[in-house]
Structures are given as structure tokens and as C-alpha cells.
């Protein structure tokens, strides 16, 4: 199944913090490719507290052979291991972020885990990486397509391009 998957970050060595998380989604065993990986762009933070630094943020797909439960709690794992606290306030600065946007077109609304991710559609900073990799696609419960839905978003806070390749 294809997975989606949101990277963000805006504490330490933001690129960095993503090319390792990346390094460890592709080393993941039950990923397989192509992986395709948006731009990597520059955000103002949303919801965090007055000072916070910027955000980068991008999105990358795969296939992924287990479910999207392992997928989650692998994902967790990864935070950990690039320094984020797995219990942590909400909206606070951190060095990793990763959101499971989607699996294939699966719906699921369990306890800790909800697909397609409930707030993406409202995101111009998950939206706009991935009119990079998918802008055709069409997500569950949506009839427009994320080019589409991107269009008809705010353009502020901005969403500026930070880096093509990473």
C-alpha cells in the first residue's frame, strides 16, 4: 500500500533532522519504493508558542507491506530516536515531526490513529509538498483532487520553497 507521510521540524539542524529521518523511514523493512519526496519548504509555526522558530516541512510516499498501525507506532519510534520526547505538549517546537497523512484509501478512526489525517486538508504546509509528489491524488471521503484543494486554501501564513532536493 502507498503511505504518505508529513516531515516536519523547526529545532536544531532542520535539514539535517530530515535527510536522517528519511534515511530511517527508506531503512525501514517492509518499505519498498519508489519513495518520492517533495521540496522541502519554509513555514511560519502554527499554534506554538510566540517566539517558536521556523518550521520545515515536506512529505514523502512509499509502499509499505505492513499496516498502517505498525507503520504509526514505527514512525514514533523514529521520532524518538532523532530526539523528540514521545510524550510531548502539543504544538511545541520539536526536532522531528512525521504524520501518517494516508494508506492507500483506507479510512480508520481508532484511538490514536485517524486516516486520511484529520486536520491535513486544512494545512497548506502538508498540502502544498504534496501538489509536489501527488497532485492528482484524491483522497478518501474528498472529491477534489490536492491540487484542488491546496487552490482553495489561504495563501498565508506562506509557504515558501526552502530546498528542491534533499
Not at 519508489?34 to 512509499?62: D, R, W
Not at 532523532?82 to 502539543?90: C, F, I, N, T
Not at 492507500?104 to 504546509?125: C, K, N, S, W, Y
Not at 491524488?137 to 487552490?151: D, F, G, N, S
Amino acid at each position: 500500500m502507498r503511505a504518505g507521510v508529513a516531515l516536519g521540524t523547526n529545532l536544531g539542524d532542520r535539514l539535517s533532522n530530515f535527510r536522517k529521518a528519511r534515511q530511517e523511514i527508506e531503512a525501514l523493512d517492509d518499505v519498498a519504493g519508489p519513495v518520492l519526496a517533495s521540496a522541502i519548504y519554509e513555514t511560519e509555526p502554527v499554534g506554538c508558542k510566540p517566539g517558536a522558530p521556523k518550521f520545515l516541512n515536506a512529505v514523502i510516499e512509499f509502499k509499505y507491506a505492513g499496516s498502517p498501525q505498525e507503520l504509526l507506532s514505527r514512525l514514533g519510534a523514529i521520532e524518538c530516536s532523532l530526539g523528540r520526547p514521545a510524550q510531548h505538549e502539543k504544538n511545541s517546537s520539536r526536532p522531528i515531526d512525521l504524520d501518517l497523512l494516508y494508506f492507500g484509501d483506507a479510512e480508520i478512526q481508532v484511538p490514536g490513529l485517524r486516516l486520511p489525517h484529520p486536520r491535513m486538508m486544512e494545512r497548506q504546509f502538508v498540502l502544498r509538498p504534496l501538489v509536489d509528489i501527488r497532485p492528482d491524488l484524491i483522497l478518501p471521503k474528498q472529491t477534489k483532487t490536492i491540487r484542488a484543494l491546496v487552490a482553495r486554501l489561504p495563501e498565508e501564513p506562506a509557504v515558501v520553497r526552502f530546498e528542491a532536493e534533499w
